[in-house]
């Protein structure tokens, strides 16, 4: 009788071991690899943003994409950029990235035609990223915030196409002030 009282036990143990170990690696892989989606909320205001002056006054439509590569959330629009450069480009939209200052990292192959921006005036007080601005054509900034709302950002749910759109057609816009709920990070040590 002892003997089954034994193997039972064993077993047990060993169960239970097994289960503490398949439980570390859930923990450890959530940890590492998949991030929560918070909805943080942003408040976008472009007063300060200034191109460069040789990009500034009249001109094409000019993107700036304002962008961390320590960001998670970029995932979410990289595609959807690569799709805006790929559409917009030939049409003569000028597409820049401005990469925030101290990080490290590179854009993925799909966003390598942007331009590359060192500086841009008033860059400081951006709250978060991934965000964009767009000036129009004659140099005054048309668009400042998020490219949409949400964890992810595609052409259905993106504000950037009908921004584009109307700026192609001659419409002015005037949309410099936005609050948005989405995927974001801290872009200056003032907004975190």
């Known amino acids: ?110 966003l390598r035609k942007m331009k590359t921006l060192n500086t841009l005036l008033g860059a400081d007080h951006v709250p978060a990223t991934p965000a964009v601005g767009i000036w129009d054509r004659t140099g005054k900034l048309a668009y400042f915030g998020p490219y949409s709302e949400g964890l992810t950002c595609n052409s259905s749910n993106s504000f950037i196409e009908p921004i584009l759109q109307a700026l192609e057609a001659g419409r002015e816009v005037d949309a410099t002030h936005t609050l948005a709920v989405g995927c974001y990070c801290a872009w200056s040590k003032a907004s975190n």
């Open 1 to 110: 009788m002892r003997q089954p009282y034994r193997s039972a036990l064993f077993a047990s143990v060993i169960l239970i071991i097994c289960a503490g170990v398949l439980w570390a690696a859930y923990d450890w892989f959530q940890d590492r690899y998949l991030r929560a989606f918070s909805e943080h909320t942003a408040v976008f205001s472009g007063d300060a943003l200034r191109l460069p002056a040789e990009l500034a006054g009249p001109g094409p439509i000019r993107l700036v994409h304002f962008w961390d590569p320590a960001c998670p959330c970029n995932v979410g629009n990289q595609q959807h950029l690569g799709e805006l450069i790929e559409h917009y480009a030939p049409q003569g939209v000028e597409f820049y990235a401005l990469q925030k200052a101290g990080s490290h990292g590179q854009l993925p192959d799909n």
